[in-house]
């Protein structure tokens, strides 16, 4: 996805409101709360397309007061305040931002816009305009309004013209990075099963596909649901094993157009993934009793010879796989460790393992992974920038050996 942590920083620190648009689905909730969550902040969603009238203003509190020279009775209606507001008083009284992402705002009921402005302008809530603090960090999120998919309204000119407007747009592999191969510790598992990132990676343009049909009745692809199709495979696998009901589970979620390939590659798909290798290196932590593999990598065990079998299996594992394959396992476990879900030593296993080609491939296709590389390269003393040197000679020695000769010169 095209906005980053260091993006929202500076929108918070300038007290900028962003408002994100961009397709439904993209993952645009995920991000917010990811950034609140890295940030300890407090985060509230407000889906304003479909917001209950008492959750966002409060209910009707009446009280019966005397007044008056003939000591009259009189009843007087004021409004409560809502939870959310409470909830960012109290989190500021304690010390603790709030993150309050306003989603869907060009589909909220024309009553609710004015103040809707008020809260995204001014930090202001309610008829007795309740201050808001500081520490409250608004962002906002809409669908785009210009290929009629969308049941939304353009934004009043004022409110617009004081938000950053941030077209935000995702990819395969920002979406990998960002969501699909992160730890999910509620379940113990990685968040999108693998067998659907390693189909994403054989098949990228099914990753964003529209819908064909006006009706819906064939929806189009979009990370919302390749997620849904993730949680189903993994449901499926505890409880299932009747292809057919695979089929009908899957025609639910997903375009008529995948879902025949989706099933079919599932149902064959002996596809090599980083997840099998990563549960073989944990496996074998566990049952030899080891912390990590820090003291096999810089040869600190005297006996490495269990070790060294568990490697030359992956090796020819990941030998016996395709180019593309190994690839992706690269990338994957590159993704991974940037996400923290595994730890340096299995990516420097994973480097030893890979071939020159593709560490230089993930080194220039990957902006941060370069920085990662040489990092682990040099902790656990690995080799890896003569090993990619050499993989480079070699490479250019098969189409110019001239220019060969004089790399090896210098």
């Known amino acids: 996805m095209n906005i980053s942590f260091s993006h929202l920083d500076i929108y918070k620190e300038s007290q900028i409101v962003p408002y994100l648009e961009g397709e439904s689905g993209i993952g645009k909730t995920s991000i917010i709360e990811q950034y609140a969550a890295s940030k300890d902040m407090d985060c509230i969603i407000m889906g304003v397309a479909s917001l209950d009238h008492i959750e966002f203003y409060g209910r009707t509190v009446s009280t019966d007061i005397v007044a008056g020279f003939n000591d009259q009775k009189f ?42 402005m008020n809260l995204i302008l001014k930090k202001e809530f309610g008829s007795d305009s309740i201050k808001l603090p500081e520490s409250l960090f608004i962002v906002c999120a809409g669908n785009p309004i210009d290929d009629g998919n969308y049941l939304v309204e353009s934004l009043d000119k004022a409110m617009l013209s004081r938000m950053a407007i941030v077209k ?98 599932l149902k064959s798909s002996k596809v090599l993934v ?100 040489d990092k682990v390269d040099e902790k656990y003393s690995l080799g890896i920038n003569k090993k990619v040197s050499e993989g480079v000679v070699k490479h250019i020695n098969k189409t110019n050996p001239y220019i060969a000769e004089l790399l090896r010169g210098q």
């Not at 992956?314 to 593309?324: E, G, R, T």
């Open 75 to 116: 009843t007087v209606f004021k409004k409560s305040i809502p939870n959310w507001v409470s909830t960012i008083l109290h989190n500021d009284k304690n010390n603790k931002e709030t993150l309050l992402f306003i989603d869907e705002l060009n589909r909220a009921e024309p009553q609710n816009l004015q103040s809707l």
């Open 274 to 373: 980083f997840s099998k290798i990563q549960k073989q290196l944990a496996d074998f932590l566990h049952l030899h009793k080891e912390k990590d593999f820090k003291e096999y990598l810089v040869k600190e065990k005297n006996d490495t010879s269990l070790y060294d079998e568990l490697i030359e299996s992956i090796q020819s594992k990941l030998d016996d796989a395709q180019p593309v394959t190994q690839s992706n396992i690269l990338s994957s476990c590159f993704f991974a460790l940037e996400a923290q879900s595994v730890s340096d030593d299995i990516f420097a296993i994973m480097l030893k393992l890979s071939s020159a080609e593709h560490i230089m491939s993930l080194k220039i296709g990957i902006g941060a992974a370069e920085t990662f590389i």
């Open 168 to 265: 935000v747009t995702t990819t395969l592999t920002s979406w990998k990075k960002n969501y699909a191969l992160l730890h999910d510790k509620k379940n113990n598992r990685q968040r999108v099963h693998p067998l659907i990132i390693s189909y994403l990676e054989d098949n990228r343009a099914d990753f964003l596909l529209e819908s064909n049909e006006d009706d819906m009745s064939d929806p189009g692809m979009d990370p919302r649901r390749w997620d849904m199709i993730s949680r189903l495979l993994y449901s499926y696998e505890k409880t299932e094993k009747n292809a057919n009901d695979l089929v009908s589970l899957l025609s639910t979620l997903s375009s008529k157009e995948v879902t025949p390939k989706l099933v079919n590659y």
